[in-house]
């Protein structure tokens, strides 16, 4: 008999945490609840003061699908996100972040979409809403397409939307860096350097959580880890990261203007 896993339809889903243990359940559960997927579920503790380890061990011990990883002190989401590569055995990578929620049928339809046109990465339309309640705001539309320059540009895929087929692009590549860089654009800029394109599917299949009083702080601070991005990592000269910068600002701007 044989012992070989066929991996082949299997979705990987990276979610790193920290001191996620008012949300976490609840996003944990999005992944669980996906309709007609096969899913392994990779939580990465980035060294966690509050209860969300025990969260996670009390409610999915017992789940096969769930795999909890814990870093022994914090090192930011970039290279917990890059341990959970390390360990994903999928073909398919998805990115959850532990605050935020997926609508039901999510993976399924995303898969489609690129089995049908060949994409090798792909992400989706979503809505923002309050930390509390149900105040769910406007939907965030995305382009149709985004080359590597033209995300340059661009403030258009939210991480927790994105899907990466490994057969199409192949290994994704694991750059380790601070919290001080755009960790997770690092990795969609590596991809698309080699030549592939993301491709938008346009769906309502993401929510993005707000968290009261963080939202500005949260913009200022992505902002300075975009230039240092562009500068640092991308190698980007003055006025090229300049230019670049300018795009990604306005079309922040507007994307944001209203909830």
Known sequence: MSTTTDFSDLVS????????????FESIQS???QSSV??????????????????????????????????????GPGIARNKGLICAKG???AFLDSDDIWVE??????????????IGMSYTQFRRFRELGNDVGRLIDIPIKLSYYELLKNTAIATSTVMIDKNVVGDIPIINVSKNYLEDYIIFYSILKKGFCAFGLKEDLMRYRVVKGSFSRHKYNYAIK???TYRKIENLNILSTV?????????????????
């Open 13 to 24: 889903v990276i979610m790193p945490a920290y001191n996620a243990q008012e949300y976490i």
């Open 31 to 33: 992944v669980l609840n």
């Open 38 to 75: 096969n899913i392994e579920l990779i939580i990465i503790d980035d060294a966690s003061t509050d209860d969300t380890v025990s969260i996670v061990k009390k409610n999915y011990s017992n789940d096969l699908r769930v795999r909890l990883l814990a870093n022994s002190k914090n090192l």
């Open 91 to 93: 073909r398919f990578i």
């Open 105 to 118: 049928e999510k993976l399924q339809k995303q898969i489609k979409f690129m089995l049908k046109k060949g």
């Open 226 to 228: 975009v230039w240092k």
């Open 243 to 259: 230019y670049y910068f300018c795009h990604y600002a306005i079309r922040g701007l507007v994307k944001y203007s209203k909830f």
